[in-house]
């Protein structure tokens, strides 16, 4: 299995604020894919956003976004003006050509009033 | 109604016991995925299945066993079940046809307690 490192584990955002999530990522192929997952207190786990290793553009989903610098192999996810709603745990996930996902140990968001 | 459902939901259970965690699916996909997730940690994958008549074993499936009875249907079976194995159970699908990039999509999750 791939390696993916979140570094941060646990997190604090004040509402409104903008929240900087990090990955990294180890692989030597050059085709992959790059995912976050959003894991609320209630266990679902829920896809949040995609970018493709031959994307030139970051991927953007609403408040979301993935700074993807591929040469630093790194995958940065970017909460824009936080919600209350947004405090989770956020998974940072990977795949290869074989489709399986390989998971982060998480970062844990807790947004403030 | 959801799109992929696992039963039961919650299950505590005693070392020693055989069980039996199921996994339905109404996307028509066919890929299938377990995964395993102990506290505070990510997802592990114990089995996974590209079709029908596809199983592969994943990371962890050391004290599993699996079976695709269908397309829709993906059964996890823990045969001598053990107090390391409680944590939580995912099932999740997807269809590499239907997107650029082979979405997966999960369940709610079983959780499993072993005592």
């Known amino acids: 299995a791939q390696k993916i490192t979140q570094t941060q584990p646990g997190m604090f955002v004040q509402e409104k604020e903008a929240v900087t999530l990090d990955c990294t990522y180890d692989?030597?192929?050059?085709?992959?894919?790059l995912f976050w997952y959003k894991q609320p207190s209630s266990g679902e786990m829920i896809f949040l956003i995609y970018q493709g290793s031959y994307d030139e553009q970051n991927a953007t989903e609403g408040r979301y976004s993935l700074n993807f610098q591929k040469a630093r192999k790194s995958a940065n996810l970017v909460i824009s003006a936080s919600q209350l709603g947004d405090s989770a745990m956020y998974f940072c996930?990977?795949?290869?050509?074989?489709?399986?996902?390989?998971f982060g140990a998480g970062t844990t968001v807790t947004v403030r009033a | 109604d959801a799109d992929v459902t696992q039963t039961p939901r919650n299950r505590i259970t005693k070392t020693g016991k055989r069980i039996m965690l199921e996994c339905s699916q109404t996307?028509?996909?066919?890929?299938m995925y377990w995964y395993r997730q102990d506290p505070g940690l990510g997802l592990q994958l114990i089995y996974y299945s590209f079709d029908v008549k596809d199983i592969n074993k994943g990371e962890i499936s050391d004290g599993y066993s699996v079976s695709r009875q269908a397309q829709a249907k993906f059964s996890l079976s823990l045969e001598s079940a053990i107090p390391n194995q409680t944590a939580l159970y995912f099932c999740?699908?997807?269809?590499?046809?239907?997107?650029?990039?082979?979405?997966?999509?999960f369940g709610p999750g079983t959780r499993l307690t072993v005592l």
């Open positions: 999740a699908t997807s269809d590499p046809s239907g997107s650029s990039y082979n979405e997966q999509f």
């Open positions: 996307k028509g996909h066919d890929r």
């Open positions: 996930a990977t795949s290869l050509n074989d489709y399986k996902l390989s």
């Open positions: 692989t030597s192929d050059q085709s992959y894919g």
